[in-house]
């Protein structure tokens, strides 16, 4: 019974971090754009996240390196889930408040949803259908005011869910491939270092020197996004999948409430009453989502 309890007072630490951690991922890379271009701090958050993840795995664990089919496998998954999706996201931040850009994250159980019917021949369900319009009418209802007040554009929100898409694909395609024996920080860490090479030529024809000041913001912005989120977040994600797919999926329902709490103390995003009822549509379509899934 004791271990039991302990059990449930661990996942709930783990899934109520999990949320604020994942959820700050918006706000960080907002204050990083103050101070140098997207892909300049796409490179740095992603070469030293999959340097570390490697250096653990291989060096510290001692786990076995990709091979064959597996190297493949592991560069369409970097570029589907790092390279286009957060290259995409961190693009689409520069023109959409820190707040919405964790609200939108939320949403991608209804993405991976409905791609997941496009792209298998699966018949789309109204309860898929109907959540999609949900979120979909959340996110710009909240979007709302930050629109008028110029801090989003309609192109910064439409890249946003375009990232989103972006990430729904990778995810099925991760969650289809045979990775055999390969360790989850081996993939997590060789997807991230691979997303950021193929990010480089980007980096590259985009740079201009002008527009990046080596200061704190930019340093801070890089260690928080990859050590607490790239890494921290991403394995306290997994640690939750493993014990309940279902009960993990609803940490989520947080992520937009937390990301708009961080958004309005560290960067004064405003709360008000378009935010609270965007927020509530949303988390409203998440919830038929996994009620579908428990049925």
């Known amino acids: 019974m004791k271990n039991e309890q302990s059990k449930g007072v661990l996942l709930f630490i783990a899934g109520l971090l999990f949320a604020v951690l994942w959820s700050s991922a918006s706000t960080a890379t907002k204050i990083g754009l103050q101070s140098a271009q997207p892909f300049i701090i796409c490179i740095?958050?992603?070469?030293?996240?999959?340097g570390i993840?490697?250096?653990?795995?291989?060096?510290?664990?001692?786990k076995r390196l990709p091979r064959g089919k597996e190297w493949?496998?592991?560069?369409?998954?970097?570029?589907?889930?790092?390279?286009?999706?957060?290259?995409?996201?961190i693009v689409a931040?520069?023109?959409?408040?820190?707040?919405?850009?964790?609200?939108a994250v939320a949403t991608n159980p209804v993405f991976i949803s409905l791609m997941s019917t496009l792209l298998f021949g699966q018949r789309l369900?109204?309860?898929?259908?109907?959540?999609?319009?949900?979120?979909?009418?959340?996110?710009?209802?909240?979007?709302?005011?930050?629109?008028?007040?110029?801090?989003?554009?309609?192109?910064g929100i439409g890249l946003l869910m375009s990232s989103m898409l972006a990430?729904?694909?990778?995810?099925?395609?991760?969650?289809?491939?045979?990775?055999?024996?390969?360790?989850?920080?081996?993939?997590?860490?060789?997807?991230?270092?691979?997303?950021?090479?193929?990010?480089?030529?980007?980096?590259?024809?985009t740079y201009q020197p002008a527009k990046n000041v080596w200061d704190m913001h930019f340093a801070g912005a890089v260690l928080w996004l990859a050590i607490p989120v790239s890494i921290l977040a991403v394995q306290l994600w997994l640690y939750l999948l493993r014990d309940n797919a279902v009960k993990a999926s609803f940490w989520l329902f947080l992520c937009p409430v937390s990301?708009?709490?961080?958004?309005?103390?560290?960067?004064?995003?405003?709360?008000?009453?378009?935010?609270?009822?965007?927020?509530?549509l949303v988390i409203a379509g998440l919830y038929l989502v996994q009620r579908k899934k428990q049925a």
């Open 93 to 103: 931040m520069q023109e959409v408040a820190p707040g919405l850009g964790s609200l």
């Open 72 to 89: 493949k496998q592991l560069a369409i998954y970097g570029l589907l889930n790092i390279s286009i999706y957060l290259g995409v996201y």
């Open 167 to 205: 990430y729904s694909v990778g995810v099925l395609y991760f969650s289809r491939q045979r990775w055999s024996d390969l360790h989850i920080l081996t993939i997590n860490g060789w997807q991230t270092l691979l997303g950021g090479i193929f990010l480089l030529p980007a980096a590259a024809i």
């Open 44 to 50: 740095a958050r992603f070469f030293l996240a999959g």
């Open 125 to 155: 369900r109204a309860i898929t259908v109907i959540s999609l319009l949900l979120c979909s009418a959340g996110v710009v209802l909240a979007a709302w005011p930050s629109m008028h007040s110029s801090t989003s554009t309609p192109f």
């Open 53 to 62: 993840m490697l250096l653990i795995t291989h060096v510290v664990l001692g």
């Open 259 to 280: 990301g708009y709490i961080i958004a309005n103390v560290l960067m004064n995003d405003p709360i008000g009453l378009f935010t609270i009822a965007g927020m509530a």
